[in-house]
Each structure stands twice: as C-alpha cells, then as structure tokens.
DNA sequence: ATGTCTTTGTGAACGCGTGCACAAAGATGG
DNA sequence: CCATCTTTGTGCACGCGTTCACAAAGACAT
C-alpha cells in the first residue's frame, strides 16, 4: 500500500508485526463498542467474532503487546482499550490537515470518525482562490499558499491529500518538506516520498477494479467455468462486446 | 480486507494470485498514461518505477496472465492494456448502486474515476425521504425502499454501502439478498455475508490510526527510542533525516 | 548467418503471516 | 487443598508472496 517506506525491516517496529497493527483499530472499535455497552471481560473468541477474525490470529496479536489476559477468563475490555490506544497513539492528539476540499476533501473534513480517535482537523487547504475563507465543518479553508505557515504553526504531522492526482505529488513535496512524516492520498497517483515518510493510499477505483474482477470470475463459473480453462487457453475469453 | 470469502483458496482465481490481480489496477493506470503520451513499449524497468513496485515483481505478475512481452525490447503498451482491461472484466459495464447519500456518498457519485473505467453509477439510495429525489451528480436520489426493484431492473451487483455504521449490515443483507454479489463498504462496521459474496473495506479511520502508529513510533526514535522498552532491541534505524 | 546486447520469464530460496493444537495458568467448586 | 474446567499464550508447520539471479529469447548490427 505504502509507497515510501515499504521497503523496511518492515516488522521491526519494536518487533509488533504489520499485519498486527493494521488490525489494531479493527480490535479497539470492537471494544470500545462493548465498553459502552458496560461488559467487564471478553473471552478471545467473543472479540475475535465481533472484529471478524480468527480467534487464534486474535490472541497471537495481543500476544506481541504483552499478556493482558487472564487464563480462564478473558480480557479485560477497558484496560485492553487503554492498551491498544496507547499502542496506536491515540492517547494523544493527532492535528491533520486535509488538502483539497472538493467532494471528498469535504466529506473526510464531516467525517465524524476523525475526532472520536484522537484526530482533529487543524486546517482545510484548498488551492482554489475562490473556496478561500469558505467554511467547511466549521472550519475556513486556507490558501495553499500558506500551507509551510500552517503546518509549522499547527505542529501537523499527518497530511490527507484529496487533491486531484495531477497535484497531488507537488503537494506531498511541499508538505513532507514542510514536515510532515505521515501522508493518507485518496488521489489516484504513486506517491514518491522521501526515506522516513509513511504513505498509505485508499484507492477507489482500484477497489472496485478487484471488486470486477472477482465478479468476473464469478459470473463465468456460474455458466460454465467459460473464462478461465484451457481449452487451448487463450480464446476462450468470449466477450461478446 | 474483505470479510466475507476470505476464506476460500484465494489465490486459486485462474491461478491468478490475489496479490497480483490487486497490483493490476496499478499497472493498467500507469500503462494508460503511457498511451495518452503515445509510447508504444515499456520495459519492466520502467513501468515497475511508473507503478510504484518492484520490477521483478512486476514480470512475475504479468507472467500469470501469459507472455505478453518481447525480450530484449518490453512490452507493447496497447496490447497489455487490452489484455489487463480484459482480465480485470472492465471490458464491460458494470452498474453500481450507491447506498447512503451522505458527504461521502455524495462525493463517490461525483468521482470521475468510476465512469473511466468501465463502472457506471446506475442508482443512488438513501433512506431519507427529504432526499427522495434530489439530484445528486445529475442522478435523482431515490429511496431505499426501492432498493429491490433497482437492483434487479438495473442488473446490478456491485453495491457500495456509504451508510451510517448502524444501518449497514441491514443494507448489506438487502442488497444481498437482491442478487448483489460484490459490496464495498465505507462504513465502519465488519459486515457479515454469505458464502459466494465479495466484501471490501475502506476505513479512513483505520488508515489514520496505522500512520498514527508509525507516526508514534518515528517520534519516540527520534528522542532516544522512549515508547518502547529493551534498550537492547533496535536501536539502529537512526533515520537521521 | 553469426555474435552481441538487451530484456523477459522463471526456478529456487527465503521470510512473513496464518492456523492448528496443546501445554500452562488461573478460576471455581467441593 | 485438590480436582476440574475454561481460556490464554505459543511452538510448530505450512503456504503465499517477494526477491534474487540467471538462462532463454529475441532484436539488431555487421
């Protein structure tokens, strides 16, 4: 997923896998679900159905953060919440600034999920003369012109970018330049960042092009087994339009 | 990612790996910017460096799908473009529903990138009735008790669910239940499906919560490895930049 | 035609992630 | 205090994915 970076110990950070930590948040949403419904413990099992994995999977995880369980009875929900937010850093606030407020730079700036972890949106930049000043949740976007001013006032670290993906990797320049370590890009373009920056990429159209494919694939079985086989292999592939 | 089938041989699709057919979104982007610049072949080298990957790599991928390059000269651009395009099924039109016209769903439907490649926007849901009707990306918004109807009129099954967490499982049943086969979900929940069904996840808040992890970490390195213990352990990735 | 040079395609080794299966740990009841 | 029962924590094996490194294939010049 990440484009810089990746290319590391990889599961070196203090020896807790990557996978580990990508289900982290799965875990902690689960929890912090059944700490509001005011259940004391949960057994690895219960956790790991509500997070939707394995229950094995789930108690090596926890393993790497350490022995939070108690034979015989489960885990402890608020003191694993602490945990693993502690793990993560949310036991801090994270300032993010999102630039590009179109569609989608507007939806992630109404995102409730954004604050509800130890996120907030410390600026909205837009390139647009025009959206300057606008208010957008609450907040007025700021000219891409001030970006270096805002980030090193701001203290900001992670940067989301929802620009189109022609701006995109100028604005990753000017914001790994400006400082910031971590960058989240929804535009549609390989990123190339210095050593030390993290980069991860949602991709909507490469989703539903996985999406395709499996569906594909599906619909051939269903009359047939017609698209994939052998048959000489290589013709096969009707498609009629 | 996906919840459901995940379980299955996976990497039995035609012998495609599924590492594989998720790098293939990758490579046909780079490729199709190649096109529009007229090149008429591309080394691994070169396209691997456009993608963002690793060159041997790459070849392994493209080896799956059969020996489409010239030795000693690369690939011919239009016809991996055709082949990839064929083998991801965007030689055809696939109809999506959008379900919950919120922020995000409302900027979904606006994505250039859907129409591009081969998915058509085929209905938009919501279960507001104030929104009944409203022209969202000049699509009229229609309700969700139609939800049936739309789904076996348009020949849908692809839905993406942009919900409220609390409402998706439902809708994921519903539109289960009316023939969709391939969902994408936005909403923070692990959605269970049957056997047969495809679930992928996008969850801006998980992404924020890995680069805050790594955030986390890269700081803590950088004032003397403090988070986390063993000051035997991995004290080398000085990371001086 | 032959040799050289480039680039592909792939066999093999390695490492990470997953899941099984069980021993260790603790709770609970008599 | 002992036996039993539940549930964790983990050693081990297996399989997928990545990478290396090189032989085979073809282009191109002479």
Redesign the pocket.
């Known amino acids: 997923m990440a484009t810089g970076r990746?290319?590391r110990?990889?599961?070196r950070s203090r020896g807790i896998?990557?996978?580990?930590v990508a289900?982290l948040p799965l875990y902690l949403r689960a929890l912090t679900a059944l700490s509001e419904r005011s259940v004391p413990t949960?057994?690895?099992?219960e956790?790991a159905s509500a997070a939707g994995?394995?229950?094995?999977?789930l108690?090596?995880?926890?393993?790497y953060l350490?022995?939070?369980?108690?034979?015989?009875?489960?885990?402890d929900v608020e003191y694993l919440v602490y945990q693993i937010s502690r793990e993560l850093g949310l036991t801090q606030d994270w300032p993010v600034v999102i630039v590009g407020i179109g569609n989608l730079g507007a939806a992630l700036a109404n995102y409730g999920g954004f604050a509800s972890r130890g996120f907030r949106v410390a600026a909205l930049i837009d390139a647009d003369p025009a959206m300057t000043g606008k208010q957008v949740a609450g907040i007025a976007v700021q000219h891409v012109d001030d970006l270096e001013t805002i980030i090193h006032t701001g203290g900001v670290s992670i940067g989301v970018i929802t620009t189109p993906g022609g701006a995109a990797q100028q604005v990753c320049e000017r914001l790994v330049a400006a400082g910031v370590t971590s960058i989240l890009n929804f535009a549609p373009t390989v990123l190339t960042v210095p050593e030390g920056v993290d980069v991860r990429k949602v991709d909507l159209s490469i989703e539903l092009q996985i999406l395709a494919f499996h569906e594909q694939r599906k619909a051939a079985e269903e009359m047939g087994g017609q698209v994939g086989r052998e048959p000489g292999d290589g013709e096969q592939a009707v498609m009629p339009a």
């Open positions: 990746q290319h110990p990889a599961t896998p990557e996978a580990t289900r949960v057994s690895s099992e956790l994995v394995n229950s094995a999977k108690r090596k995880d926890f393993s350490g022995s939070y369980g108690t034979r015989g009875v489960g885990y």
